[in-house]
């Protein structure tokens, strides 16, 4: 299962603050096993980012695949 979401948003810009150099965005992902959302702090100093993160509700591992420009968040892609 794959879910993209395109997050140009202006309310996600308000949820941003700045760190020194970085420029940190809370975005909010859906986990594709249980469907729990929850959010995760993207560094938009790195534009091209892929991680994995554990659902907070049932544990299980997914990637994340987040596109960024400084400041912004141009997309983020939940993989099984």
């Known amino acids: 299962m794959q879910i993209d979401w ?3 948003t202006n309310w996600q810009k308000i949820k941003s603050h700045k760190l020194g150099n970085r420029m940190e965005v809370s975005e909010s992902i859906q ?3 249980c469907g729990q959302s929850f959010e995760v702090t993207i560094d938009t100093s790195v ?4 991680f994995t993160t554990d659902c907070e509700v049932c544990c299980r591992p997914f990637e994340v695949v987040v ?3 400084p400041g912004e968040v141009l997309s ?3 993989r099984t």
Do not use: G, W
């Open 6 to 8: 395109n997050v140009k």
């Open 31 to 33: 986990c594709p096993f």
């Open 47 to 50: 534009a091209s980012q892929r």
């Open 67 to 69: 596109e960024c420009e």
């Open 76 to 78: 983020v892609e939940v």
